[in-house]
């Protein structure tokens, strides 16, 4: 089942009458989010479904992610809960390229982008497999997985090293934060 989608002229223009979840991860939303979007990551979700379904009764909701991957998918799951949502077609990626708004919190410092994390990540593992693979040829195959692992990432749209990523403290939410989300969204 594909999720509904809408483009991003078409969110700027009912951004009033909807309420924005970003299921990326709280350093990534720190990078730069939809106006008044709130932060419920990916991993997250199933423990927002109450809230969320609370929010969906009073309104349409809109989840948004860097390239529209996690919030399709994030619209699925909720699909299979009976909490309707659309997905922003190009996330925040394509939000930000045609020029609409974003906020950033001021004062603090953001960690890196997934995407950036995972690049340090495998080109980290790559180098070090060759590396060791000088005094021992079999930890060779540890760049060749790190290889095999991005090609099928490629392929399959998906990303294992960004979901292992996104469990390091820097990447989760406090509890309070979220708990502060969920509570704001019961409302």
Known sequence: ???NALTAEQASARLH?????DVRTPGEYA???LPDAHNIPLDRLDAALPALRTT???GDLLVVCASGARSAEACRRLAEAGVPAAT?????????QLGHDVHRPTGTRAPWPMERQVRLTAGSLVLAGLLAGRLRPGAR???AGVAGGLVFSAITDTCGM???LAKLPHNRP????LDATLAALSR
């Open 56 to 58: 969906a009764e009073r």
């Open 88 to 96: 922003l077609t190009g996330g925040t990626s394509t939000w930000t």
């Open 162 to 164: 960004a979901r292992v």
């Open 17 to 21: 009458e909807l309420t924005v979840i």
């Open 31 to 33: 990078t730069g989010h």
């Open 1 to 3: 089942m594909t999720p």
């Open 141 to 143: 195959w540890i760049s």
């Open 174 to 177: 406090k509890a309070s934060d």
